[in-house]
């Protein structure tokens, strides 16, 4: 047994060697010659090219009308009788709103017809008098023979001519000065109802009581005219003059308008404010919805054709900005440039590269 | 005495050593196998800069907008408001009256003493002639009493004379101070008369901050609208630079995507205090040179930046700065000559704009320097 297991073993020893001398020979078939790579890196790159700079703000918006006039009363003191308009009626200029129970001093209008009517007759009656005393003056100097007599008989009604045209002119003045306080009396009666400035819609009416005391100056109502719309903006400090976009709507159907600027606090330096009045091109959207989620978008940077890179290109070394570039021959290059703005995809380069140059990505 | 086990595992393995040996040499290789094409190593080859020629400077960018002219308004006196005809966002023309103080009560008191020295005028010219009627019949009397009174009569006649003359001077004086009274009121209330408006000084576009109300109380001299003007542009940079600095450098602005030159227009006093005081930054001013016929092309609001070009220096040579090296001796580079051998050089440097470095001896234009990591 030990023979034959001899012979077995023995055999299984030589197929063993043909084996092992066989392998080598299939060796450079088991490794494919393409495979072999030697100390080739493949970089992911970019390439220096010439294109547009971007960066957005945006801010939150809401509808502004700003032709808005609160309507005051004024005039003598007068009591709330009752509100002709209601809030949110849309009125025309030379509509009546509120009507008032206007407290005048009647004592005093009264005193005020009686001085002028007593004045008017006095006045008539004095001129009627001097003009009768004139006459009969006069009869009198005619029929005097005596020079001296005579002379001063035509001097004294002289005087009172002069006289009479004295007392006309004070009495004029005297009677101007009532019919005056009489026209401002009645002027300010006038006021009982008060009536729209403007066309628009009432908003802000002021709550009254019934009877409630109303004195001169006191707000009564807004009226906003919606001829003009603005969008509000807030938030993103927007330029004066600068071109938005203004979305309006319903979250599933958002419409975008084009705007510009109208109104903004940059042009004034001491002014710091962050809002901004925009004048859409298209107000149709705002009218069609009340829907008030309005956003506006604008680009605070907006640098057209500079060269701009990857941000993932440059790195940061010793508070100078390094790229490594890649030339056509395979040889990388660590560069220092000078870098204008950076954004968080993009850099703009103002020196140390040109437009083409490759540069790798880190 | 080994068993014939053990003599036949050694056998094996030493078979399997054998075998493992020609597996590696690849002796058995039976194929000829292309030798592949190896590629060339990447970064093995030196980097390296030639010496050229050329101007040295660094470019600075500053941000900044296109911003229009905007303007203060306030009124020269104080007052109410009438009626207000503007609003915010506004578009005015030059000229249009924005806001108006209410002078209706001014009005009254100017009408109110015209016709006080109107009265006093004319009454008194009545008055006067009255009063020279009067003496006129005095002197009759005097005539009269001449020629058949006594020198007692005739004196009283003329003092009467006298005294009604003295009369007629005294009330005429008297009323000229009253009347020169009523015109000085007159004159003092006219001289605010009228200024009660605030025009626009150009066509724009108003706003204002706080709102703006009839019957608002508005101080003389307080500002209670702007207005920006779009056709007066400036390019206002958010950073502040001195006067040195932009008289010493080459600068110019790009705008949507243009070059266009620039003059400084420095902000005066007041405008710096007035920023500092609203707690802001300064910032610097620059008038844009439109080429003829470019207006059109820029308008308020645009972004834009203004460039720098500073420590010029021109028709220099210049190197990569990551080719200069310093040692203690001072500063060198490595030529790399035409063998491929690097050889050592001493240089003086001069400027450097961070990027390249100007070489003022020690190299030639051409020559290829090694560039290091």
Request: aromatic share 6%.
């Amino acid at each position: 047994m030990w023979v034959s297991n001899r012979r077995v073993r023995r055999l299984a020893l030589v197929l063993t060697v043909l084996l092992c001398a066989a392998l080598p020979g299939r060796a450079s078939q088991l490794i494919d010659p393409e495979k072999i790579v030697a100390d080739e890196v493949r970089y992911k790159t970019d390439t220096a090219a010439r294109g547009e700079l971007i960066r957005s703000v945006s801010g939150s918006g809401s509808r502004y009308y700003p032709k808005t006039e609160t309507v005051f009363y004024r005039g003598e003191m007068a009591l709330f009788a009752e509100w002709i308009a209601s809030r949110g009626d849309t009125v025309k200029a030379g509509d009546p709103l509120i009507r008032v129970t206007v407290q005048y001093d009647a004592v005093r209008l009264q005193e005020l017809e009686l001085r002028l009517q007593r004045a008017k007759e006095d006045y008539a009656e004095g001129v009627k008098t001097r003009e009768e005393a004139i006459l009969d003056m006069q009869a009198r100097v005619d029929g005097e023979s005596d020079p001296y007599a005579r002379g001063m008989g035509q001097l004294s009604l002289r005087q009172e001519e002069l006289r009479l045209e004295a007392y006309k002119l004070e009495q004029d003045a005297s009677i101007a000065s009532i019919e005056k306080a009489l026209d401002e009396l009645n002027e300010r009666r006038s006021h009982e109802i008060v009536y729209a400035p403007i066309d628009g819609v009432v908003d802000d009416l002021a709550y009254f009581k019934d009877s409630e005391p109303i004195y001169d100056w006191t707000a009564l109502c807004t009226i906003a005219s919606e001829d003009v719309l603005f969008v509000a903006a807030s938030g993103g400090k927007f330029r004066y003059g600068q071109e938005v976009a203004v979305e309006v709507g319903p979250a599933r159907n958002r419409v975008t308008v084009t705007g510009r600027v109208v109104a903004a606090a940059d042009v004034i330096p001491s002014l710091d404010s962050d809002r901004a009045l925009i004048l859409p091109d298209d107000r149709s959207p705002f009218d069609e919805t009340k829907n008030n989620s309005i956003v506006v978008r604008g680009n605070s940077v907006d640098m057209k054709d500079v060269l701009l890179i990857s941000r993932k290109a440059v790195a940061l070394g010793g508070g100078k900005y390094i790229v490594t570039t890649l030339t056509d021959d395979g040889v990388t290059h660590k560069r220092f440039i000078l870098a204008g703005m950076i954004t968080p995809q993009e850099v703009w380069v103002l020196q140390g590269l040109q437009e083409g140059d490759t540069v790798i990505l880190d | 005495m080994s068993s014939p086990t053990d003599v036949m595992k050694r056998g094996i393995l030493c078979c399997l050593a054998a075998g493992l040996l020609l597996l590696l040499s690849g002796c058995g290789a039976r194929e000829s196998v292309q030798v592949p094409e190896l590629l060339e190593p990447v970064g093995v080859r030196t980097d390296s800069a030639v010496v050229t020629r050329g101007d040295l400077y660094a470019t600075k960018a500053y941000e900044g907008a296109l911003t229009a002219r905007g303007v203060e308004l306030s009124f020269e006196i104080d007052g109410t408001l009438a009626h207000v005809d503007i609003y915010p966002g506004k578009w005015v023309q030059q000229g249009e009256v924005l806001l108006t103080i209410d002078q209706t009560d001014l009005k009254k008191q100017l009408d109110d003493l015209t016709e006080r020295i109107s009265y006093l005028d004319e009454h008194g010219a009545i008055e006067d002639e009255i009063a020279r009627l009067e003496i006129e019949k005095l002197r009759l009397t005097l005539e009269w009493v001449s020629a058949q009174g006594s020198q007692q009569q005739i004196d009283l006649a003329a003092l009467d004379v006298e005294q009604a003359e003295l009369d007629l001077l005294s009330a005429q004086q008297n009323r000229a101070i009253d009347r020169s009274a009523l015109q000085r009121e007159y004159d003092e209330l006219a001289v605010d008369y009228g200024k009660n408006t605030i025009t626009a000084p150009f066509s724009g576009h108003v706003f204002y901050e706080n709102a703006l109300l009839e019957g608002s109380y508005v101080r003389a001299y307080q500002p209670v609208v702007y207005m920006a003007d779009p056709a007066d542009l400036s390019l206002i940079v958010t950073q502040y630079l001195t006067d040195r600095e932009i008289a010493n450098n080459k600068v110019y602005a790009l705008i949507d995507g243009q070059r266009y030159d620039v003059v400084y227009d420095p902000l005066t006093r007041d405008e710096m205090t007035a920023l500092i005081l609203s707690g802001q930054s300064l910032t610097s001013r620059f008038r844009v040179v439109m080429p003829e016929g470019g207006e059109e092309a820029v308008h308020a609001g645009q972004y834009g930046v203004l460039c720098m070009e500073t420590g010029l220096v021109e028709d220099v040579l210049m190197i990569p700065s990551g080719a200069v090296l310093a040692s203690g001796s001072g500063k060198y580079v490595y030529v790399i000559g035409e063998d491929g051998e690097r050889v050592r050089r001493d240089v003086q440097t001069g400027r450097s704009n961070g990027i390249d470095t100007v070489i003022v001896e020690g190299l030639e234009e051409g020559e290829t320097v090694y560039v290091g990591e």
